[in-house]
């Protein structure tokens, strides 16, 4: 009756009763047999549950035409933290991505400049509150790349400067000027066009912010080169943008070597207008080929703006300068 009841019990509980000395039973066939007393357990395997997955390393493209393109050289740049750590990597964009995103900036431009002020308006507060909504990984991404510790307040500042341009669009009116004839001259601001936008270093999220959307919200097209050693802040706004009711082609972002993408944008016939907050001897590179074409453009010569700053970093300084005026003259008789 004893041996019936330890068979029944399992080789588990037989192994238990055996006498000191005694051999245990061997495991069931199959079975990984347990380790040895003082050997660790094997690591478990790749993909076994509860093992984290590896990173993936993934290179940003640029976002040309509404899609995110490869570069045409198939080259990337790294991008280094401020600790000298990789944090990511971004496309090399050249000329032809250049060509690319100027050729898409034209053919967004009559839509979006022809759509009401109240429309673009809507867009970009839908912008801004895409934006709020994934204010931590943006901060985190931030502080990632500058080490400053700033991301929150970087990030909240971007989300303020699109509540403020969404709400100028319908509110950048023109004027009415009585003139020494019998007429009256109705002064009425019109975009620029395709405006390009070479975005300062410093304050990766905010400077871009800053320097593109004023343009956007008056009803032009940007091409943007972003801050060269930290445009990872630049290349995650593209699925906010995506998301946004923002027309393809509206924003487009090239990454890269900012000196030979600025060259080619003065030096580009159908950009309207360029915007340059970088250093001087770029700037006066952009004055001088733009003579040829007669390209407006607005340059910085080198000044370090505080983007932080409402005076410096934003105000109608930045719509005006995102405008020309045409003049209307309605004569009127006795």
């Not at 300084?317 to 006795?334: C, D, H, M, S």
């Amino acid at each position: 009756g004893a041996a019936l009841a330890a068979g029944q019990q399992g080789p588990e509980a037989a192994a238990s009763a055996a006498p000191p000395g005694t051999p245990a039973a061997s495991a069931a066939p199959g079975a990984p047999a347990p380790p040895a007393a003082g050997t660790a357990a094997p690591a478990p395997r790749s993909g076994a549950p509860g093992t984290p997955a590896p990173a993936i390393d993934r290179t940003a493209k640029l976002y040309i035409g509404g899609k995110q393109s490869r570069p045409d050289s198939d080259y990337s740049l790294d991008v280094l933290g401020a600790d000298g750590r990789r944090v990511g990597e971004v496309g090399r964009g050249n000329r032809k991505d250049i060509r690319n995103a100027v050729e898409a900036a034209h053919q967004a431009l009559p839509g979006w400049a022809g759509a009401t002020a109240h429309n673009r308006a809507q867009v970009l507060y839908y912008v801004a509150e895409n934006l709020a909504a994934r204010a931590g990984e943006f901060a985190r991404r931030v502080d990632a790349m500058t080490g400053a510790g700033e991301g929150a307040r970087e990030v909240e500042l971007a989300v303020r400067r699109l509540f403020a341009y969404a709400a100028w669009a319908d509110k950048w009116d023109g004027a009415v000027h009585h003139t020494p004839f019998r007429n009256v001259t109705l002064a009425m601001p019109e975009p620029l066009g395709v405006v390009g936008v070479v975005c300062p270093e410093r304050w990766p999220l905010l400077g871009f912010v800053s320097a593109v959307f004023p343009a956007v919200s008056l009803g032009n097209a940007v091409v943007a080169v972003p801050s060269e050693p930290w445009p990872l802040a630049a290349t995650d706004l593209y699925q906010v943008l995506d998301t946004s009711d923002l027309p393809g082609g509206v924003v487009n972002i090239v990454t890269g070597p900012r000196a030979a993408l600025t060259e080619t944008l003065a030096g580009h016939y159908d950009v309207d207008g360029l915007w340059h907050f970088g250093p001087e001897e770029e700037g006066a590179l952009v004055e001088r080929l733009a003579a040829g074409n007669m390209k407006r453009t607005w340059v910085d010569h080198g000044l370090q703006r505080d983007w932080a700053d409402p005076v410096q970093g934003e105000g109608t300084e930045f719509l005006r300068r995102a405008t020309q005026v045409k003049n209307i003259w309605v004569p009127y008789g006795e």
